[in-house]
């Protein structure tokens, strides 16, 4: 969230309806899912809203608190909030109307979905500036080329599924779909800075193409291994196999007692979700079904089965090679200045490195990165994000490098600035554990001389 003090007035983003890849059960736009809300903050009172996706089937929440801006337009002076999105947009609007400052026209998306019962909405809203902060779509041209063989490796599982102009809004199908901009972005949970003095939009993004595929939901098997599928199967997958940073429970018998894994469940951990939503009984269950147990009861409880969906994600996929390179042609990782005097991307840099691509003299690629990055009054961007586990400074006004050093894990966290008897300090939380790096448990702070 983010508050405007002198208004009075407290900025929520908000996230997606669910089931999220389904919406048979939910038609309509889904208010107030996928909205940034303006509330009294001293009574919670709803001033206004503004809804980014219309009827979500795309995981596209709301990821990080919006920036308060002020910013020259047309010689007037502009106070807005502007709200980063998983798909590359900047929504700038009003403070205190909510109305957009440039214009958002809402295009058509006319794709109707194979999937029965399914509905999904003709239009979405599409700012007209500020310029997006990273590609849009993912066609044939732009696989990836490091090698022949990349190239032929992609390609040949690229024309299996549904790709080109509308990888952004493709809805999910039983045939499956490349999804660019993908579920972790464009912009991510560390969100943008603001500087007052140049007005620059400072935001980082992902560029990794993922893949959606969706099976029918068959009543098949216990209940167990129906409650698995509907609440589970997302992150773990189907399979139980998991993906990235989300753990294979394929073989959980050997780390979980049954009342461990049912506490689990009932709180959740980390990442993870509390399950507390299910009854006691499911969650025994689910329980069995994980630690292969079995059970003879066949049907879920009421309490859960009114909204289990038809049909089921496959789990959540990236689209990369099989050395682990991103689909699509680099850069997979940026770091870019939004000028909100006149919409446009002042400055783009790649932000991150492969060092096996490096070693071979390739320039940097950028990485996938999440964590936001801190701006400084002398003229300093920090960002660590990167998964190579690199904290970095960069010139705000041009995007050069200044220095960088490594962490003992990834910094996938939003530098604080701040000072202490007159020395300024930057600090990083080194936490690693997503996309395949090491966990971590460290705070590290630097100062100059």
């Given at each position: 969230m983010s508050l405007d003090e002198k208004r009075g007035i407290v900025y929520v983003p908000t996230g997606s309806a669910t089931y999220d890849f389904y919406g048979g059960y939910r038609k309509g736009k889904n208010l107030f899912a996928n909205c940034i809300l303006a509330l009294d903050a001293a009574t919670g009172k709803r001033i206004w809203h503004y809804q980014t996706v219309h009827h979500d089937l795309w995981d596209r929440d709301l990821p990080a608190n919006p920036n308060l801006v002020t910013f020259q337009k047309d010689g007037q002076l502009v106070e807005a909030v502007a709200q980063i999105t998983k798909h590359g947009f900047v929504f700038v609007l009003d403070r205190a109307t909510g109305k957009p400052v440039y214009?958002?026209?809402?295009?058509?998306?006319?794709?109707?979905?194979?999937?029965?019962?399914?509905?999904?909405?003709?239009?979405?809203?599409?700012p007209s500036w500020?310029?997006?902060f990273m590609r849009q779509a993912f066609h044939e041209k732009d696989i990836i080329d490091l090698s022949k063989e990349h190239h032929s490796e992609i390609l040949e599982r690229f024309r299996t599924l549904k790709n080109g102009a509308n990888t952004m809004w493709e809805p999910p199908s039983l045939k499956g779909a490349v999804l660019f901009p993908g579920f972790d972005g464009g912009g991510e949970w560390g969100g943008a800075a603001f500087d007052p003095e140049s007005q620059y939009l400072y935001v980082n993004a992902n560029e990794m193409p993922w893949t959606v595929t969706m099976v029918e939901n068959k009543p098949t098997g216990n209940v167990g291994q129906q409650l698995y599928a509907s609440n589970?199967?997302?992150?773990?997958?189907?399979?139980?196999?998991?993906?990235?940073?989300i753990p294979a429970i394929d073989q959980v018998e050997a780390k979980y007692k049954p009342s461990d894994l049912a506490t689990l469940l009932k709180t959740g951990?980390?990442?993870?979700?509390?399950?507390?939503?299910?009854?006691?009984?499911?969650?025994?269950?689910?329980?069995?079904f994980l630690l292969k147990k079995g059970s003879e009861k066949k049907e879920v409880e009421a309490k859960t089965s009114a909204l289990t969906p038809p049909y089921l994600m496959t789990g959540y996929s990236r689209f990369t090679t099989k050395d682990g390179y991103p689909g699509i042609k680099p850069p997979w990782g940026t770091l870019n200045a939004i000028d909100l005097n006149t919409g446009k991307i002042a400055w783009k840099v790649p932000l991150g490195e492969y060092a096996a691509l490096k070693a071979k003299g390739i320039p940097a690629t950028g990485t996938e990165n999440y964590?936001?990055?801190?701006?400084?009054?002398?003229?300093?961007?920090?960002?660590?994000?990167?998964?190579?586990?690199?904290?970095?400074?960069?010139?705000?006004k041009t995007g050069r490098l200044l220095w960088e050093t490594s962490l003992p894990a990834a910094g996938y966290a939003t530098p604080c600035v701040y000072q202490v008897d007159g020395k300024q300090y930057v600090v990083i939380a080194a936490g690693g554990n997503k996309v395949g790096t090491k966990p971590g448990d460290s705070y590290l702070a630097f100062a100059l001389p």
């Open positions: 214009p958002i026209p809402e295009k058509s998306v006319p794709m109707a979905s194979e999937l029965a019962g399914e509905q999904t909405w003709p239009t979405q809203p599409m500020p310029e997006p589970c199967a997302n992150c773990h997958g189907l399979d139980r196999k998991g993906n990235g940073s951990r980390g990442g993870m979700p509390s399950f507390n939503h299910l009854s006691e009984s499911n969650r025994s269950e689910l329980v069995a964590g936001g990055p801190a701006v400084t009054a002398g003229g300093v961007l920090f960002i660590a994000a990167t998964k190579d586990e690199k904290f970095r400074a960069f010139d705000k």
